[in-house]
């Protein structure tokens, strides 16, 4: 899907089948998902609307769709089967975009949409609309091919989309800091009014948001969640790292804990209550759950595959663990550790099982921060297992996870400059 960067029309989309990895029927295709943007960029695909044989409407992420051909969706499996609602910056193309009147900027003629493309970009899982198929003259119903002449135009060569032509409120703002990394949104989140971050904050999608949150100080973080809709507070926190999860549930008063818990997918429930079981300045308490775990079975290609999921961290990336089945964590028994550097060096068809670091002592669940902090600096690691006395790896803690913990609680609200000019500015504050 990726290779060539296809394109696809919409109406080849419309009523396909999605499946799973296993060939079983998900529910069909009932519509698509975009985000617009301002001025003439093309929008974003977010998703799919898909009809379970229940008949109820779902959103499917485009991250969760590994496959697009011979008129078949294929998804990884992992649904989430809550009942779709549109929010205020998404659009559904079928049901919003199809048979609209836009006008071409080159000749200011009106034209009326009948389909439309998405590619997926290149070196990356991001997919947008790029071109749009417009008929001159007389109007009708989408796909189909009334009189006039027929054309295909970039999405910039017309208008009628854009959101400053709505006058969409939070949408604009959004849309102008759609480029900023999840910490510098996070910064400009953070001096907005509290009216307005909630605004922003309802907009954006829940991965978006859920990066934006983990950056945000726990304030910010307990008056976002607790403004938003029950069930969508429970998708948002299924969305972040499992410790940062864990960290701002741990703030919340039990009953909405336990309420917010309820709410999640049950896998996810399990690791938030384990993390929250141990102290918070401890490895137990920074580690994540979900760190890159194969079997010794594997080989280096398999491993280097794993390091490259785009929605790793660089730290996570840096290197995966070697156990017995199970692999999730807690898994079976820890053998030790493979470097992205080892990988490197070796054959595609290495057991990562006669590669591992078995020199390196895991850290104890119990570890105390300064004791965590002192095996990064004498080892230099930026990632360290977590193993219980049974052996088993229970996960793995960052780098930055540590620096978050030893920074004074203020950090974040600080000005800080990159650079040596005095006078530079990170990110405006008058927003």
């Known amino acids: 899907?990726?290779?060539?960067?296809?394109?696809?029309?919409?109406?080849?989309?419309?009523?396909?089948?999605?499946?799973?990895?296993?060939?079983?029927?998900?529910?069909?295709?009932?519509?698509l998902v975009v985000m617009l943007r301002v001025g003439r960029r093309p929008p974003r695909l977010l998703g799919m609307v898909v009809e379970l044989p229940t008949r109820r409407r779902i959103f499917l992420p485009m991250t969760r769709v590994t496959g697009i051909e011979s008129g078949q969706v294929i998804t990884t499996g992992v649904l989430n089967v809550r009942r779709f609602e549109q929010r205020p910056t998404e659009r559904l193309v079928f049901g919003d975009l199809l048979d609209r009147r836009v006008t071409l900027t080159e000749t200011g003629e009106e034209v009326t949409v009948l389909d439309l493309s998405v590619r997926q970009l290149?070196?990356?899982r991001d997919w947008e609309i790029d071109r749009v198929f417009v008929r001159r003259g007389r109007t009708g119903g989408a796909f189909r091919r009334g009189k006039g002449?027929?054309?295909?135009v970039e999405w910039s060569a017309v208008t009628g989309f854009s959101l400053e032509e709505h006058g969409q409120g939070a949408e604009n703002l959004l849309a102008t800091f759609e480029q900023l990394r999840p910490a510098d949104l996070a910064?400009?989140?953070?001096?907005?009014?509290?009216?307005?971050?909630?605004?922003?904050?309802?907009a954006l999608d829940d991965d978006r948001l859920a990066d934006v949150l983990e950056e945000l100080p726990e304030d910010d973080q307990i008056e976002i969640l607790g403004k938003l809709k029950e069930e969508r507070a429970a998708d948002v926190l299924e969305a972040m790292d499992p410790d940062d999860a864990a960290d701002l549930l741990s703030e919340l008063p039990e009953e909405d804990k336990e309420r917010l818990l309820s709410l999640m997918q049950p896998g996810d429930a399990a690791d938030m209550r384990r993390l929250m079981s141990y102290e918070e300045h401890t490895a137990g308490g920074l580690m994540t759950t979900e760190p890159i775990v194969l079997r010794p079975d594997a080989t280096v290609a398999d491993a280097l595959a794993r390091v490259r999921n785009p929605d790793l961290s660089p730290a996570l990336a840096a290197q995966v663990y070697v156990c017995r089945p199970p692999d999730d964590t807690?898994?079976?028994?820890?053998?030790?550790?493979?470097?992205f550097q080892r990988m490197l060096r070796e054959p595609p068809y290495t057991l990562v099982s006669s590669i591992v670091d078995t020199d390196l002592q895991p850290l104890v669940p119990e570890a105390a921060l300064p004791v965590v902090a002192g095996f990064f600096a004498t080892y230099d690691m930026v990632s360290a297992?977590?193993?219980?006395?049974?052996?088993?790896?229970?996960?793995a803690v960052t780098v930055d996870d540590v620096l978050d913990h030893m920074l004074p609680e203020d950090w974040r609200e600080t000005e800080f400059h990159l650079g040596g000019d005095e006078g530079a500015?990170?990110?405006?504050?008058?927003?």
């Open 149 to 152: 002449e027929t054309l295909t």
């Open 122 to 124: 290149p070196a990356r």
């Open 425 to 431: 500015q990170g990110v405006a504050r008058d927003s």
């Open 385 to 395: 297992p977590v193993v219980d006395e049974a052996g088993s790896l229970l996960g």
């Open 1 to 31: 899907m990726a290779g060539g960067a296809p394109r696809i029309f919409v109406s080849h989309l419309a009523d396909v089948a999605a499946f799973d990895p296993n060939g079983d029927l998900v529910g069909r295709v009932r519509d």
């Open 187 to 202: 910064n400009v989140l953070h001096h907005l009014s509290a009216k307005r971050r909630a605004e922003v904050a309802a």
């Open 330 to 339: 807690p898994t079976g028994k820890y053998l030790g550790t493979v470097h």
